[in-house]
């Protein structure tokens, strides 16, 4: 797919001030969810791909000392170099914690990328998409690919968390189950309000509604809470 006109570097620069890079990579392995088209963003070019993240790598200042590094699938859809130069960048820019976003068919990856950064005096922040911890929901409806039902057991090899809100039969009390589950298990949350792309899940205009006069206003200030309303608040996409 041919995605040179999406925005790859921002600033975050509220809640836990850090830069972030959309990279590139050979795409996500579970592409089943149901509501996703975020993994069309991939070549399996390695040399492309990997030219578009130096370009974007280059543009990484470390003037929070944090970098976050999302690619539209997992850590392991990095080609090797891509992620050599992220080592190399971070320590250039003498950026002390690297988050990435990765998909539970790919825990038992995370010890050893963990393990590379360390050596480097780097802690790795490793964030995955649970969407919700109604398991029924998630595995029969959104089709996530978590054969897990325990959060806690989730949360082993996972810092942080994604979460998805404004999909049809999702309550008050669910949705407030779900932030609070989070909170409990993993470091940081983020809450993801669907919004309209090329699949077959649409947004429930009441569960929006129902979130934002109810809930957001309890977890808006939450510094370990991210609450994206479109999927381009952090600046890229």
């Known amino acids: 797919m041919e995605s040179g006109l999406l925005t790859r570097y921002s600033e975050i620069t509220e809640k836990n001030p850090r830069e972030i890079l959309l990279l590139r990579g ?22 492309s791909n990997y030219q578009l993240n130096k370009k974007e790598l280059a543009k990484v200042t470390g003037k929070y000392g944090k970098l976050e590094v999302i690619n539209s699938g997992s850590f392991v859809d990095l080609d090797e170099k891509t992620l050599l130069l992220i080592q190399n960048t971070c320590v250039e820019k003498r950026i002390k914690e690297i988050h990435f976003e990765c998909h539970w068919m790919h825990k038992d990856s995370v010890p050893e990328l963990r393990n590379s950064f ?7 922040k490793i964030k995955i998409g649970v969407e919700t911890f109604d398991y029924d929901y998630r595995e029969n409806i ?7 039902k325990n959060p806690a057991v989730i949360a082993k ?13 999702q309550t008050y009390a669910s949705m407030k189950h779900d932030i609070e589950t989070g909170l409990t298990y993993f470091e940081r949350v983020c809450v993801n ?7 077959k899940i649409k947004p429930n205009a009441e569960v929006i509604k129902l979130f934002m006069q109810e809930l957001y206003p309890l977890y808006k200030d939450n510094e370990r809470i991210d609450i994206l309303i479109e999927n381009t608040d952090f600046g890229v996409g």
């Open 142 to 148: 959104l089709f996530k690919g978590i054969d897990e």
């Open 193 to 199: 309000i669907m919004v309209e792309n090329s699949t």
């Open 26 to 47: 050979s795409g996500c392995k579970w592409r089943r969810c149901s509501f996703c088209d975020y993994h069309l963003d991939f070549s399996l070019d390695e040399e």
């Open 157 to 169: 090899n996972f810092d942080e968390v994604c979460l998805l809100f404004g999909l049809d039969g």
């Open 118 to 124: 360390a050596k480097l005096g780097i802690t790795t």
